[in-house]
């Protein structure tokens, strides 16, 4: 089992910046990949941003240039740094494993991300 728990979220003007962190505990030796979902009002869950053992990233087209993840794997720690938000980024934001075996994936409760002004 994995557990996730996120923090970081809040509210920011737009053009503004946040930076969600994500601490895994349990079996974390079991992880292959970790990152990060947004979840907005009567939408689907997309991925943002994904970073796997090797640090290898992936990152949604919306994403691109404007958000960072990077993980500490000393401190079992994933962040996604945010920059230039936008209204459109509003949204709760999970955070996800999956494992090297199986493929299980977790899940955080999930920190919600609001841009206004």
């Known amino acids: 089992q994995v557990q996730l728990v996120e923090s970081g979220g809040g509210l920011v003007q737009p053009g503004g910046s946040l930076t969600l962190s994500c601490l895994a505990s349990g079996n974390i030796f079991s992880i292959y990949s970790m990152g990060w979902y947004r979840q907005a009002p009567g939408k689907e869950r997309d991925m943002v941003a994904l970073?796997?053992?090797?640090?290898?990233?992936e990152y949604a087209d919306s994403a691109k240039g404007r958000f960072t993840i990077t993980r500490d794997n000393p401190k079992n720690l994933v962040y996604l740094q945010m920059n230039n938000l936008k209204p459109e980024d509003t949204a709760v934001y999970y955070c996800y494993a999956i494992t090297v075996v199986g493929g299980r994936e977790y899940w955080g409760q999930g920190t919600q991300v609001t841009v206004s002004s």
């Open positions: 970073i796997n053992n090797g640090g290898t990233t």
